[in-house]
């Protein structure tokens, strides 16, 4: 694929939201509304993090915590799996700061910041240890959470993330300088709307997510060999990172292993921008998935 294709990854900036180490926030907006059932809030590092728990606990098996993609919300991102997912497990799904029902906050907006608000928020559940899953930007923010939590990490699975530029498919980044919000995937836009219909709402979330993947640099690779969980690394063999990337991240990682799957971005997991119809994809993904965790 050549530089000309970048177009047609303009669509998936959003829903990507890859990388970046640090970017200036967005100003505060309106404030989110009230969380539903089963949501909850957890004031951590000065913001209001909300968060739902679905499943129940079990013995022997450690929570299961959800990392959305930019752009995204819970549902958003994780509606197809979810409940496979709580089935077998507690999962404790989150949403970071300015993202669904999270207000902004005036603070730069990183993965690290991310990654210490999770740790936060299982200390504050008192959770000792969980296993971690995130997709895209949510993937780079699980891993920044084994590298500066190891002891509040038992398992991670990294779905279509990235360390380095170079792990994208060509033209990324050049489509990147074009984007406006026109570029965000419509499916987005509306999972957004549907919690926050203030119109400033969605322009500061977009504004937030491009400023972080504008800003990201690659990561040493002594980011990734620091990580001492085992961790999933999986990707779509037609996805906006390019496989032979997720290959080199997960022979990188001490206890990395590699699952491609037949698809583009989002397609393991069935997220709403990746495909509108039903597959017998995500379940099977979420499958391995467990089998994973459980060995």
Not at 140 to 169: F, N, Y
Not at 202 to 227: C, K, S, V
Request: proline share 8%; glycine share 10%; hydrophobic share 45%.
């Amino acid at each position: 694929m050549t530089s000309p294709a970048a177009p047609r990854w303009r669509p998936l900036l959003l829903a990507l939201g890859l990388a970046g180490l640090s970017c200036a926030a967005a100003q505060p907006g309106p404030g989110a509304p009230q969380a539903p059932a089963p949501g909850q809030y957890a004031t951590v590092n000065g913001i209001r993090l909300y968060f739902e728990v679905h499943g129940q606990a079990r013995d022997g098996a450690a929570p299961l915590v959800l990392i959305h993609g930019g752009g995204s919300t819970i549902e958003s991102n994780w509606g197809r799996v979810l409940p496979l997912l709580a089935r077998t497990r507690q999962v404790i799904a989150v949403e970071e700061q300015g993202h669904g029902h999270t207000p902004a906050a005036d603070r730069p907006f990183t993965f690290e910041n991310t990654a210490d608000d999770v740790a936060a928020l299982l200390r504050h559940l008192r959770v000792a240890r969980a296993d971690v899953m995130g997709f895209s930007n949510g993937g780079s923010t699980a891993l920044r959470l084994g590298l500066r939590h190891p002891d509040q990490v038992r398992r991670l699975v990294v779905i279509s993330a990235m360390s380095r530029r170079d792990g994208m498919v060509p033209g990324f980044w050049e489509g990147l300088d074009a984007a406006t919000l026109a570029s965000m995937p419509e499916a987005l836009k509306a999972a957004d709307r549907k919690i926050n219909p203030d119109p400033r709402h969605l322009e500061a979330l977009f504004a937030q997510d491009l400023g972080r993947i504008r800003a990201f640099r690659d990561w040493p690779d002594a980011d990734l060999t620091g990580i001492a969980a085992p961790t999933l690394v999986v990707v779509g063999d037609r996805d906006a990172i390019l496989p032979e990337h997720a290959l080199r991240m997960a022979r990188l990682l001490p206890k990395g292993r590699l699952l491609v799957v037949p698809g583009g971005h989002g397609d393991p997991i069935g997220e709403v921008a990746a495909t509108q119809r039903e597959t017998a994809t995500p379940a099977a993904v979420t499958a391995l998935i467990e089998a994973f965790l459980d060995d």
